[in-house]
C-alpha cells in the first residue's frame, strides 16, 4: 500500500505533515479543507494547495494526531489518499 501522509519535519513536539486530498475542485474547496484543519486543537497551521492536491500542516503532536487531520478533511466530503 502507497501512504500518502509524508512526515516532512518533527522536534518539540511539533510536527509538519503533508496530506494528498481527493475532491478538491476550486477556492471554495480550498478554504473549507483549510478551515477544517485549522479547527483542530493543535494546528498552528494549514496551508492547502488546489493545484497540487495537497495540505501542508504543523501541529502539536501532543494535542493532534493524524488521524484527527485526516477525519478533518474527510468529514467535510473529501478523501485523503493513503
Known sequence: MIMNIVIIMK???MKKVELKI???HC???VMIVSDALTD???VK???VN???NMAVI???EKVA???QLISAVETEGYKVLR
Open 58 to 60: 504543523s501541529y502539536d
Open 50 to 52: 488546489l493545484e497540487h
Open 40 to 42: 483542530v486543537k493543535g
Open 22 to 24: 481527493k475532491g478538491m
Open 27 to 29: 477556492r471554495s474547496c
Open 11 to 13: 522536534g518539540d513536539n
Open 45 to 47: 497551521s494549514a496551508d
Open 65 to 67: 494526531t493524524e488521524k
